[in-house]
Nanobody, 123 residues
Framework: QVQVAESGGGLVQTGGSLRLSCAASGPTPKWYGMAWFRQVAGKAREFVVGIDWRGGRKRYADSVKGRFTITRDNGNTVYLEMNSLKPEDTADYYC?????????????????WGQGTQVTVSS
């Protein structure tokens, strides 16, 4: 069973920064495509950013371009640097992993999910 675990959420003021981390691990050595989604109560889970298994391709939602940056190490750990945070960035952030080589913005295309970490941006 593939395990996905996030960390790094918290409370920050408008304009501040946070860094989220996510690690995926499975029973066999392999690389996963990974992504961050976020969700506000009563709304659908929203794609934030994805990165392919090699880390060479990235895709950002328009709402976070220029403010958020995703990176990954040489394995299955990814980091989300969030700068210039706005109150509308407040949500539960979920890390997801997929066996697919491509980046998909649809939540249903990700097989493995973390428990989520809360990010709150105060105005």
């Amino acid at each position: 069973q593939v395990q996905v675990a996030e960390s790094g959420g918290g409370l920050v003021q408008t304009g501040g920064s946070l860094r989220l981390s996510c690690a995926a691990s499975g029973p066999t050595p392999k690389w996963y495509g990974m992504a961050w989604f976020r969700q506000v109560a009563g709304k659908a889970r929203e794609f934030v950013v994805g990165i392919d298994w090699r880390g060479g391709r990235k895709r950002y939602a328009d709402s976070v371009k220029g403010r958020f940056t995703i990176t990954r190490d040489n394995g299955n750990t990814v980091y989300l640097e969030m700068n210039s945070l706005k109150p509308e960035d407040t949500a539960d952030y979920y890390c997801a992993a997929t066996d697919s080589a491509s980046i998909d913005t649809r939540a249903e295309e990700y097989e493995y999910w973390g428990q989520g970490t809360q990010v709150t941006v105060s105005s």
